[in-house]
Antibody, heavy 122, light 109 residues
């Protein structure tokens, strides 16, 4: 059974850094790209970024709203993807979701975690 | 303002059919696959349709998707009260980003 579990969310002050983890099981993690998303309170889904697998150089792409501040990485030996969030802003407050990218291509996201809440205070 | 445009809400009676539209452009829907996600309040999104019209295992055939040009639609037939949720379309955009629609709230009257 595929499982995706996010962790690391907390209440944090603006300007600080936070790292979220996405722990997975039930599939060959190294074969898949992984994506991060967020949903601000009462708002819709927003793509944050994703990281390809080793076969594609673990290249990451980011939404314009977080590019230069957020970094996605992965540890295939632990089946974990990370979202390093730097210089946090109050508008980064959201539930953050991690998802497996369906194969082939970057066409859809098939297994999602339950999310972890990040609250950025001023 | 979302790149993909969805109606904010739709409604229909139990047993009826509802269609949710998703309008984009040539940089996203026009040349890339569309997927649809269902989200109940306080829960994670769930993949409903991928690659325009394919259903993942476990998704009932009451849910179907299609794409034409720069628009896509999600059809739900035989509506049930349990279908009340938010629905999002999504697609890759050639600006090197993934884009979602703003979401559509389905109410089953």
């Amino acid at each position: 059974e595929v499982q995706v579990v996010e962790s690391g969310g907390e209440l944090i002050k603006a300007g600080r850094s936070l790292r979220l983890s996405c722990t997975t099981s039930g599939f060959s993690f190294g074969d898949y790209a992984m994506g991060w998303f967020r949903q601000a309170p009462g708002k819709g889904l927003e793509w944050v970024g994703f990281i390809r697998n080793k076969a594609y150089g673990e290249k990451a792409d980011y939404a314009a709203s977080v590019r230069g501040r957020f970094v996605i990485s992965r540890d295939d030996s632990k089946s974990i993807a990370y979202l390093q969030m730097n210089t946090l802003k109050t508008e980064d407050t959201a539930v953050y979701y991690c998802s497996r990218v369906g194969v082939p291509g970057l066409n859809y996201f098939d297994f999602w975690g339950q999310g972890t809440l990040v609250t950025v205070s001023s | 303002q979302s790149v993909l445009t969805q109606p904010p809400s739709v409604s229909a009676a139990p047993g009826q059919k509802v269609t949710i539209s998703c309008s984009g452009g040539t940089s996203n829907i026009g040349y890339n696959y569309v997927s649809w996600y269902q989200q109940f309040p306080g829960t994670a999104p769930r993949l409903l349709i991928y690659e325009n019209n394919k259903r993942p295992s476990g998704i009932p055939d009451r849910f179907s998707g299609s794409k034409s040009g720069t628009s896509a639609t999600l059809d739900i037939t035989g509506l049930q009260t349990g279908d009340e949720a938010d629905y999002y379309c999504g697609a890759w955009d050639s600006s090197v980003s993934w884009v979602f629609g703003g979401g559509t709230k389905l109410t089953v009257l």
